[in-house]
Protein backbone atom coordinates (compact mmCIF):
# COMPACT_ATOMS: atom_id res chain seq x y z
CA UNK A 1 0.00 0.00 0.00
CA UNK A 2 1.29 3.58 -0.91
CA UNK A 3 0.57 4.92 2.15
CA UNK A 4 2.73 2.29 4.15
CA UNK A 5 5.52 3.40 2.67
CA UNK A 6 5.05 7.25 4.15
CA UNK A 7 4.73 10.40 2.57
CA UNK A 8 8.73 10.72 2.23
CA UNK A 9 8.82 7.95 -0.91
CA UNK A 10 6.30 10.01 -2.50
CA UNK A 11 8.00 13.15 -2.47
CA UNK A 12 7.08 14.90 0.86
CA UNK A 13 10.63 14.77 2.73
CA UNK A 14 9.98 17.68 5.00
CA UNK A 15 7.83 15.43 7.74
CA UNK A 16 5.98 12.05 7.71
CA UNK A 17 2.92 13.32 7.87
CA UNK A 18 -0.46 12.30 5.56
CA UNK A 19 -2.44 15.25 4.86
CA UNK A 20 -6.41 14.16 3.31
CA UNK A 21 -4.63 16.80 0.38
CA UNK A 22 -1.78 14.85 0.11
CA UNK A 23 -3.53 11.54 -0.26
CA UNK A 24 -5.63 13.06 -2.76
CA UNK A 25 -2.52 14.13 -4.92
CA UNK A 26 -1.00 10.50 -4.63
CA UNK A 27 -4.15 8.88 -5.40
CA UNK A 28 -4.81 10.94 -8.73
CA UNK A 29 -0.68 10.41 -9.30
CA UNK A 30 -1.21 6.46 -8.83
CA UNK A 31 -4.43 5.65 -9.77
CA UNK A 32 -5.54 8.04 -11.80
CA UNK A 33 -8.87 8.51 -9.82
CA UNK A 34 -10.25 11.87 -8.54
CA UNK A 35 -10.86 12.37 -4.88
CA UNK A 36 -11.98 15.36 -2.47
CA UNK A 37 -10.16 16.40 0.04
CA UNK A 38 -13.01 15.32 2.43
CA UNK A 39 -13.54 11.69 0.72
CA UNK A 40 -9.94 11.30 1.12
CA UNK A 41 -10.30 12.05 4.73
CA UNK A 42 -12.65 9.74 5.32
CA UNK A 43 -10.85 6.95 3.16
CA UNK A 44 -7.86 7.63 5.59
CA UNK A 45 -9.82 6.96 8.89
CA UNK A 46 -11.57 4.14 7.32
CA UNK A 47 -8.06 3.09 6.87
CA UNK A 48 -7.10 3.40 10.11
CA UNK A 49 -4.40 5.71 9.42
CA UNK A 50 -3.99 9.32 11.33
CA UNK A 51 -3.96 12.14 9.38
CA UNK A 52 -1.87 15.40 10.25
CA UNK A 53 -0.07 13.20 13.25
CA UNK A 54 3.73 12.92 12.90
CA UNK A 55 4.83 8.73 13.61
CA UNK A 56 7.37 10.07 15.22
CA UNK A 57 9.02 12.96 17.93
CA UNK A 58 11.74 15.47 15.82
CA UNK A 59 14.95 14.44 15.49
CA UNK A 60 15.85 18.23 16.67
CA UNK A 61 14.26 18.17 19.40
CA UNK A 62 16.03 19.10 22.00
CA UNK A 63 14.56 17.41 25.75
CA UNK A 64 16.76 19.55 27.80
CA UNK A 65 15.81 23.34 26.36
CA UNK A 66 11.94 21.76 26.54
CA UNK A 67 12.44 20.99 30.47
CA UNK A 68 14.40 24.31 31.02
CA UNK A 69 11.82 26.28 29.43
CA UNK A 70 8.49 24.42 31.34
CA UNK A 71 10.19 24.92 34.46
CA UNK A 72 11.63 28.20 34.05
CA UNK A 73 9.06 30.38 31.20
CA UNK A 74 5.68 27.96 31.72
CA UNK A 75 5.85 27.94 34.99
CA UNK A 76 6.32 32.53 35.13
CA UNK A 77 3.01 32.20 32.47
CA UNK A 78 1.03 29.98 33.78
CA UNK A 79 -0.07 32.10 37.02
CA UNK A 80 -0.39 35.56 35.12
CA UNK A 81 -4.06 35.94 34.13
CA UNK A 82 -6.79 38.07 34.34
CA UNK A 83 -7.43 38.18 38.87
CA UNK A 84 -10.91 36.46 39.83
CA UNK A 85 -13.94 38.70 39.45
CA UNK A 86 -12.27 40.88 36.92
CA UNK A 87 -14.74 42.39 34.07
CA UNK A 88 -15.30 40.99 30.95
CA UNK A 89 -13.92 43.20 27.69
CA UNK A 90 -16.93 42.31 26.32
CA UNK A 91 -19.76 44.76 25.29
CA UNK A 92 -22.41 42.06 25.37
CA UNK A 93 -24.25 41.94 28.20
CA UNK A 94 -24.73 39.67 30.93
CA UNK A 95 -27.23 37.14 30.07
CA UNK A 96 -30.35 37.76 32.60
CA UNK A 97 -31.88 35.25 34.43
CA UNK A 98 -35.07 35.78 34.80
CA UNK A 99 -37.94 33.34 35.80
Known sequence: MYLDEGPAAHGWVEDQVWTAARVVKLIGEKLHVSYSVSD?????????????????????????????????????????????GAASASRTRRASHGG
Open 40 to 84: AARLIHRLRFSPQVPARRVAERDEHAVTVWREATWSEVEGQGRPA
